[in-house]
């Protein structure tokens, strides 16, 4: 059958939703997008995802592709973010619509991800921020955080980082790209990119450089808790609300087919 | 009487709020505030702040100051933000309390102010930021605009950029020391400093860029507006929601009364 394909670029505001996939209990987001599919396309295609959120996570670049016959592909590609939009709730806001690839695969292809996480560092929340930062009360010393995040990039076994989850087979090796901490009076945002991660990965490795920020573990502890391959070795996992979903990084041309977390 | 005074620094979300100013109908964040003091205070402090904002406009660093007689001044400065913020409801929290000199006032030695205005651009708005950015789907020329406010700082009489207000009297001249716009993907960011400000003076200004941006004007007739001291001149007022008081400037030493919007 001859078929269109479309990539979605997504953004969601987690609070109210179940993290991205169809639940058995609660609401996902995927569920919401493809609901405004169905208003649009008889054949109610399913949505295929770079990647999942967690329950509470959000997505500014969420992306996700879907295939239609070609006869239900009349709406022009750009059309489509507009016309999802109008059926979707506002914590919900596609972005951005174009046509894909006939072999484009929103999760085999991606080449990476970045992740944001905020985190407000003063014993008073900022009021602005309560949706989507984490709000820690206790001090932190950047130096130390900046000293121990050299030790995420590069290719690491992360074990010791990630929850355990039985939709997640084979290796836990994950190469990073960057692990960096930018502050803006008490706004402290990292941003972590790698080519895939692990379930729960970024949010264990905020939650560690934060309590390494405490003084709870020196900075170079990070080599260790890696070496451990050991939940239990490193720190807290850092709660959902901080953690953004920033945007899904493909190659041109895309790479062969490679499976992504 | 002997007394002492404190100097606040408040956060909020003004969404729920009809401004910062004690209100015949609604709710004012100051009333909020002025609640909090009661509990800890007997004597019920008034509020003095360094501005109002309408209805709807969000702060970060909102300064105030208030007196007690030094018999009820047995809380540690420092400790006077937490107290307050046991009080407040979770969308105002006071993000600093220091002891300030007997001759401060918020309002009267403030030497400045910045403004933020955030500004989404693109056709879907980004749900993290609703309720503190301004949603434009038209596109904007980030050079236009840049070239425009260049016009604002200096020494101007702002009459066509501020909205009538029957408690503001005196001249409408007022010094603006910057006016910039920064771009982060489809989110604006306008910072505006100055002296002081009319009523409404940042949402003309924003306003009228955008409109600028959009082609409306010519980033020349910034000038002309300036000149016709006629609000009609202007451009539009850019909705409350995206504008917020980032933070109030104070010189060292005080500087003599001097009265300020």
Redesign the interface.
Known sequence: MNTRKYKLTI???GTAYQGWQLQKVGLGVQEKVEGALARLYPSAPRLHSSSRTDTGV?A?GMVAHFEVPLAEAKLPARRI??AL?AWLP??????ASVKAAKDFHARFHASGKQYRYYVWN???????L???AWHVTRKLDLKRMRAAAKAFPGEHDFQSFTAKTDYEPGTTTRRLTRCDISKSGPLYTFTIEGEGFLYRMCRGIVGTLVQIGFGRFPPGEVKTMLAKKDRRTAGMSAPAHGL?LQKVFYKRPLPVRRLKS
């Open positions: 953004a969601y505001d959000h500014l973010a507009l939009n506002d914590d919900i806001r596609v972005q003063l014993h008073a929340m900022n009021p602005l309560e949706k989507t953004v």
